[in-house]
């Protein structure tokens, strides 16, 4: 019932309970990194990739949802101009896009 002096004599030092937390903070932290953030970071630098490199003919979904053809595409501009209905041409800066599909690509399934 009352504590042997074995017992009482094993007291632990003060920096094992921060290495004791250490350790599973660090695993945590790996943990999020490979199944969070890099595979968001992936995807993200794809969708940069793609972006900067529209060209004329693809089909983009912009921020607002619409969905449209590339009449004309720059490197050097900012701004693609297109083409969201018969006879409706719009400029659209290229950071508002979300998807690029090229000319051949099917569309993707939702999930």
Sequence with gaps: MFATPAFAQTASSPMEPLGGLLIPMLLMLGIFYFFLIR????????????????????????????????LKASDTSDEIEVELAENLRVRVVKSTLLEVRSKGEPVKEAT
């Design 39 to 70: 595979p968001q970071s992936q995807r993200a630098k794809e969708l940069r990739e793609r972006v900067n490199a529209v060209r004329r003919g693809d089909t983009v979904i912009t921020s607002g949802g619409m969905v449209g053809k590339v």
